[in-house]
């Protein structure tokens, strides 16, 4: 479900919100129109003038757009968090999918134009659904022919013509990110060192046609042992990302190639490894123990955390008051969150130690436990993010009271042994992987640092 709080959306200095409702009103055309799929998102009910009451019996004014639930999570989760690829019979497997329903978007007028592992999700038996149809528009276009010259999606996962701003079909460039897709899927990693432009560390083999030199310096480069990968998945994907679109496989060929024949998974081995693979997503992010080279950063900065814990530094006394604390919500809970007794002043308190050790802006807000950070990623945009501490009493379930929590402040007579805190890191913008990876960071800063039993996970 997508919603939006009207007055929300009003009062956010950095959101867009006519870019929002176009973007929204976009998804809920097409959608409307798309015959449905299995392989596809449904659109089950929208209201740009909904009213959400709470159960205090106020009304608020909502846009809202209730979609197929899709409880499995993306698939670059299950991709990029654990650090690996899928088995190729895997692989096929929802790759056949995701071709099967690119061909019927096609075959009814759209094109996709932002196909990306964070926008196929899973539903609860790890079912395909190809989602976010902000940026699709019709197979012809408005030019006619299929020709666009809008640069719109995700670069990773652009076409070289449309990353050098010259006119592209859009048909195209959603295959072109289809075998960005499949690349990932078997492989585990991106096909190239940014994006898919003719001077790219990477895939300028792609581009001179030196495809054995591009899989030597990939295995070489990212220490990776491709001795199990088919080489008919090497030829299937090299071609499908090739420099000149018109070289490229159409969806028949696409089809047709001795790849797309090879062993598939049933059903039972795809939930079975999917599962697994949740369970150490899980683990990764919430209750890990492993050992990385996070735990030197946090060894570095122990003593630092604990002259914060003290309140030896002016920014994070520990006889600050006032600041406003929200209430964590866990009917809304998040892989990029976790648990700990410290006080909301030592957690904010590492937050900027982590962002000082790492050159990362940090500004803290005025009146509440949150802050905004900015670093720069790989493919040189910026990741924006949240990071907020939220109070949750252990053991407790909030009752519906609790809904409105953003009166809610921390009460000098509240019993603080009953007490524990969340940090919930929230992506803004940019990079998904970049993102991660620095929840991850400070996940295992914070738990390598004093008092390390008290962190707890959910």
Known sequence: MKLMFVEDAEDQEDFDLSLFLTLMNNEVERLERLPRHPNIISLVEYDWKGVLQTSKGQEKEVLYCVLDLATGGDLFDYIFTVGRGLPENIARYYFHKLVDAIQFLHENNVVHRDLKLENLLLDSDYNLKIADFGLSTTVESSYGGGVMHTRVGTERYMPPEMLEKNAYVGICADLFAAGIILFVLVVGIMPTHKTAESNDYLYKYIRKKEYEKYWTVIAKLLNLDLSDISEDFFHLVTTMIKYDYKK???????????????????????????????????????????????????????????????????????????????VYNPAFPTLNEFFSTFKPNVLMGAVHNFCKDKKLSFELSKEEYEATVEMPSEDENIVKFSVEILKHKKDHEPEAEDEDVFEAVVEDDEDEDDLKYCVVFKKKRGPKQDFIKIFKNFRFFCKRLNNTDDLESE
């Open 248 to 326: 490229r496989f159409t969806i028949e060929e696409i089809k047709k190639h001795p790849w797309m024949n090879g062993d598939i998974a049933t059903e039972a081995e795809v939930r079975k490894e999917l599962a697994a693979r949740k369970i150490e997503i899980k683990r990764k992010l919430g209750d890990g123990d492993d050992e990385t080279e996070c735990e030197e950063v946090a060894d570095i900065h122990k003593a630092e955390f604990e002259n914060i814990e003290r309140g030896d530094e002016d920014e994070w006394q520990e006889t600050e008051v006032g600041r406003k604390i929200k």
